[in-house]
């Protein structure tokens, strides 16, 4: 198949729109605009429909809608139109409504500033909004998996009920690299037997809702949901071994710092030290598995990170803090060079954690 | 050739990534692992623009030239910021017409091009940034002239094909250069 050069941006739009998305509804933002605007060219002549809401708030809330009403529906912002979005997921989260949610995030906290940063990562894999909830968070670390990973995110949002989100940066959204638009093949999906697309007199009508008054049914309605929450950490969790056999030292990184660490990797191996990268491709579910096992032959770990350091406390958990974990951190919108992470290789293989 | 590590520089309206964007047609057409990252942001509107291309054998790690073996800068500012970030034994090319300066440093090696200046004169306003190209076509090898006018057709959009030509033209104009 024919490979073409595409912003990751891009690649997020078109691969939406194979999986047959259909109802885009978003607010410009940098640096994730030209999903937007690639939707904005191609959905109208697809019969589709590209709405640029008043704001996050509204598109949001649009997307809601349209899942309600049964289609794939999408939007894309970046940091701070994320956090506009919370309430809204929240609600979808609690209507157990699929829909997948674009993140290329931007430096922060506040409205910080435009350049590639990994500090929302607390935000995707806790919880993005109130009450207890999860979104599954995909992390693709080029351009081809920008289009395969989105790909993914529909499947999944169907198949669990939930709303997904590809956590991208600044950097994956828009650097161009060769890509496939292949079409990934869709999993097998339930049916949608719970949408409100109009009952035509021969059914009871279906409702969809987050208000639950009575806390024993909202109680288990959180079980209920929880339940698919554990179906999803025993069957989704992915993650790339990279050169891991037989390091000593193992790095965790995604996205933009894994690409990095990767050169950070080699440069470490060229010098004598067994150095490794363990790659989540999902943030949630934490592909806790590789960690635990990777905590039984490394000495110790390194969380890479364009944040002041939150995967990391993930890494503590997944690897029962059996081994040291020391922290390499750009944030801002700062990126690591690869000597910086280099430089952490060789302390703290030399048996400096801090 | 080994990785090509290329960072073009310059104003915001030279054209800078549009040629970043030929040179990593040119890697892509030839099989080759490529990445492009541009520069992003306010100061893309007449301030300063660069970006990175990387074109290597093997799959690609940073897509961020931080240390080029390749710079080509089109303004001042760039010579300043940039030149001590090139590898030793790299090349520079630089607009010659909008840089009055010379390298300073003696580990890599300088190429001056007039290219602004050339592309007024032949009638090809705003392509000294493909002068600059052909410049480095003839000294790196980085491409042959088959996979360049395949590039080119990549780039150039449909709308504009009467573009095509004058590209051409000034790629070759920086390849015959002195």
């Known amino acids: 198949m024919e490979r073409v050069l595409m912003k990751g941006n891009e690649a997020i739009a078109e691969a939406a729109i194979m999986a047959g998305c259909r109802h885009f509804f978003g607010y410009p933002i940098t640096p994730q605009t030209e999903v937007a605007a690639y939707m904005s060219k191609r959905l109208p002549k697809l019969g589709g429909v590209y ?28 940091s701070p139109g994320i956090s506009l979005m919370s ?41 993005v909004g109130h009450g207890d909830f999860h979104v599954i968070a995909l992390s693709p670390n080029c351009v081809q998996e920008m289009s395969d990973l989105t790909q993914s995110a529909f499947d999944l949002a169907d198949i669990y009920r939930c709303p997904v989100m590809i ?7 828009q650097m161009m690299e060769p890509v496939e638009l292949r079409r990934i093949p869709e999993r ?39 339940d698919r929450y554990k179906l999803i950490e025993e069957s989704e969790a992915l993650c790339e071994e990279y050169m891991t056999d037989d390091a000593d030292i193992v790095l965790a990184a995604y996205g933009a710092a894994s690409r990095i660490s990767k050169n950070a990797v080699l440069a470490a191996r060229a010098r004598g030290i067994k150095a490794g990268l363990l790659r ?21 770990f390194i969380s890479v990170e364009m944040s002041m350091g939150q995967m990391i406390e993930d890494v503590k958990l997944a690897t029962e803090c059996k081994k040291p974990v020391a922290l390499c951190a750009r944030t801002g919108g700062m990126v690591h060079s690869p000597d910086e992470i280099l430089a952490k290789i060789i302390s703290v293989n030399g048996g400096n954690y801090n | 050739m080994g990785d090509a590590v290329i960072l073009v520089a310059g104003f915001g309206g030279q054209g800078i990534l549009f040629a970043g964007k030929f040179l990593v047609y040119a890697g892509m057409l030839q099989g080759k692992h490529v990445s492009w990252l541009p520069s992003y942001g306010p100061e893309m509107r007449g301030g300063t623009a660069n970006c990175s291309v990387i074109i290597s054998d093997r799959p690609i790690g940073s897509p961020i030239a931080e240390t080029p073996n390749i710079l080509v800068v089109m303004n001042t500012p760039s010579l300043d910021a940039f030149e001590k970030s090139c590898v030793s034994g790299g090349r520079i090319f630089v607009d010659s017409s909008l840089i009055e300066r010379k390298i300073v440093r003696d580990d890599v090696t300088g190429f001056y091009i007039p290219a602004t200046r050339l592309a007024d004169e032949d009638k090809l306003k705003g392509l000294a940034n493909m002068i600059m190209v052909g410049k480095i076509i003839r000294e790196t090898g980085i491409c042959d002239s088959d996979e360049m006018e395949a590039a080119l057709n990549k780039i150039v959009p449909e709308r504009k094909k009467n573009m095509l030509e004058a590209n051409l033209r000034a790629i070759n104009l920086g390849y015959i250069s002195a």
């Open chain 1, 51 to 78: 709405l640029q809401a008043e704001s996050e708030v509204a598109s949001i809330n649009m997307v809601l809608g349209a899942s309600a009403a049964g289609v794939r529906a999408m939007t894309s912002s970046s």
């Open chain 1, 188 to 226: 097998e999906l339930p049916a949608k037997d719970w949408i409100t697309s109009g009952t035509a007199g021969k059914r009871g009508h279906n409702i969809v809702n987050s208000l639950i008054l009575k806390p024993e049914a909202l109680e288990q309605s959180n079980f209920d949901r929880f």
């Open chain 1, 167 to 173: 956590l991208g940066d600044g950097i994956l959204g």
């Open chain 1, 280 to 300: 989540p491709l999902t943030l949630w579910p934490f592909p806790k598995k590789n960690f635990a096992a990777a905590a039984a032959y490394a000495q110790a």
């Open chain 1, 87 to 127: 309430e809204g997921i929240s609600y979808m989260a609690g209507c157990d409504l699929p829909a997948v949610i674009v993140n290329i995030q931007r430096g922060g906290p506040g409205l910080g500033g435009i350049q590639p940063s990994q500090a929302d990562y607390f935000q995707a894999t806790r919880s």
